[in-house]
């Protein structure tokens, strides 16, 4: 996200504390106005803004080091501590590759990684100076989405960074990381979370008429050739212009020489700087062996292929050969604005890999259509911000669909694989850390089946729908079609030492088949719920896809393709 969109964001927060102020000051009795008026106002903003807090005596010990009596200084209080926070912890990421980054390869990608991760969170709240700007009030509620991504990406990556160090030789250096800096990110972006989240509260109960629900383009309507609704003209053109052979590519890549390239990475690597709309590459049938990162600068990049089962990029890298999970994508992306239509992600390192990823998508506003992934443990990394997934073939075994954005995979098929002995396999596990991150995983009318390797042993073998990975994990599935390979539990814990079942947020609706039978599923989790609940989970109140896709009057019904 540019810091363009971060600080508009922003002071549209701060925009709505002037409000809020207001309104306090307004609504004080007359003796609040005295002497002791200041500190009484400043103590109800105070109280205000940690109401939607869990730790209120964290939020108010953060918050006392402000004294005023308009709420905007609070939150930009809030917002300077975040970034002060990140910065923190990216110097001692610094120094501690000095200090033990020649200590083994592995801590050495460990704390690499961790310097690019909390670079990209500084890039998330490179904003937080940004003085207040005039603005609309009713533009708040067309931002406050996108302030909740960019938070949600920023714990996203403090997270990341912690997982990181995963061998017994690294705990200390991750032990120091946390304890010293990145606890206290965590803690901070989740108070910035609450305080963001509470705000919309604060101003319908102060009643006032902002328009608190806004039209807007439901994610999940489909239109007659089969894209959804809210995709542009521009791009529902082009999508279909592909189809019919009516493309010019900027770049085409060819194994056999026909093309201005014979790999992807040199194709990708061609995106002229300040290029404006779409940059289009064309990647001919054949199959890719290399390893891709599409960096930020990349936006609004398409790739497509001659379709998933003639145009396959591949790789291999695994965590059992030494290499940390987030580095064994054969295909990663950080760009905004990606697209990806009828290619192949795969990655063959087999169920002996353990983890290795085949595609890893962290840019916003990524979308994927009749794509495949294919892999075994950790196959596709939803890693951060909103990403959109349609007529697309996932295959895995263990927490295949996994990550820390907020996911929409609709239409495809997942396919569970036969894992390796003694293994068994999970669908999902979604990284939500914090009770008001906007993210999880959500899988809407998809088919949920064995794959062929499977399908003889997927009574013995044991399947699961998904597992908590962190504190707050979220997975809704509705209106798909479960086969009967899933174990009627449906859920299980993350593991004996950190279950993660307490706050987990496990959901059901609509769904069909012998697998969708939800009358023995596990106690953490919330079973069938009802439609008015399942419906916070379609279209605009789960991906409120109008903060990043052009915005049309649509009836919410239209959300929900069978019910």
Not at 397 to 407: E, K, M, N, Q, S
């Amino acid at each position: 996200m540019s810091g363009k969109i971060i600080g508009a964001g922003v002071s549209l927060i701060l925009c709505v504390g002037v409000v809020i102020g207001v309104v306090a000051v307004v609504q004080s009795p007359k003796n609040e106005t005295s002497s002791t008026g200041q500190l009484k106002t400043t103590n109800r903003a105070v109280t205000a803004l940690c109401q939607n807090s869990d730790d209120q005596q964290f939020c108010h010990s953060v918050l006392s080091t402000t004294n005023s009596s308009d709420p905007k200084d609070y939150i930009a209080t809030v917002v300077k501590t975040s970034m002060d926070s990140v910065i923190k912890a990216f110097n001692m990421s610094d120094r501690l590759t000095v200090e033990h980054g020649n200590s083994s390869a592995g801590m050495k990608m460990a704390l690499d990684d961790c310097k690019d991760l909390l670079q990209s969170a500084i890039h998330e709240l490179e904003a937080s100076g940004v003085l207040v700007q005039e603005s609309n009030i009713d533009a708040v509620n067309n931002h406050s989405s996108e302030i909740k991504n960019w938070l949600g990406a920023v714990v996203a990556y403090q997270q990341s960074c912690l997982d990181g160090f995963n061998t017994d030789g690294e705990k200390k250096v991750q032990e120091q990381l946390q304890s010293d800096s990145l606890d206290q990110v965590g803690k901070l972006t989740g108070l910035a979370l609450d305080i963001v989240s509470g705000i919309a509260k604060i101003l319908q109960s102060l009643d006032l008429n902002l328009a608190l629900k806004p039209a807007s383009r439901r994610l999940l309507e489909i239109d007659q050739e089969g894209y959804p609704t809210w995709f542009s003209a521009a791009d529902r053109k082009l999508l279909n212009n592909i189809d019919n052979g009516g493309v010019i590519p900027h770049a085409t890549v060819a194994k056999d020489g026909s093309g201005q390239f014979t790999t992807i990475l040199d194709a990708i690597n061609s995106y002229p700087k300040k290029h404006q709309g779409r940059f289009i590459i064309y990647v001919k049938a054949g199959v890719y062996d290399e390893y891709i990162l599409v960096d930020k600068k990349k936006v609004n990049l398409l790739i497509y292929g001659d379709g998933p089962t003639k145009t396959i990029i591949t790789g291999r890298k695994n965590y059992a050969e030494g290499t940390k999970t987030m580095r064994t994508a054969t295909f990663s992306t950080v760009a905004e604005d990606f697209m990806a239509k009828s290619i192949a992600f795969e990655n063959t390192a087999g169920a002996e890999g353990h983890q290795a990823v085949a595609l890893r998508v962290q840019g916003d506003r990524s979308v994927f259509f009749d794509c495949a992934m294919r892999g075994y443990q950790d196959t596709l990394y939803v890693h951060a911000h909103r990403q959109f997934y349609r007529n697309c073939e996932i295959s895995g075994t263990i927490d295949f669909i996994f990550g820390y954005a907020t996911t929409l995979i609709q239409n495809s098929k997942i396919l569970v694989r036969k894992p390796g002995v003694n293994q068994q396999n999970i669908v999902v596990a979604d990284g939500t850390q914090q009770k008001n991150m906007p993210t999880g995983i959500v899988l809407q009318n998809c088919e949920i089946m064995p794959d062929p390797s499977l399908a003889a042993d997927r009574l013995t073998v044991k399947t699961y729908l998904a597992r908590p990975w962190k504190a707050f994990s979220r997975a809704v599935f509705i209106e798909n079609v479960i086969g009967d390979l899933i174990q009627p539990v449906g859920y299980i814990p993350w593991n004996d030492l950190e279950p993660n079942t307490q706050d987990c947020y496990f959901a059901e609706y609509g769904n069909s088949g012998p697998g969708s039978v939800a009358t023995s599923r596990a106690p953490f989790a919330k079973g069938i719920i009802s439609r008015e609940e399942a419906a916070k989970y379609t279209a605009e109140p789960w991906l409120q896809a109008s903060a990043w896709l052009p915005a049309a009057s649509v009836p919410f019904d239209s959300s929900f393709t069978k019910a």
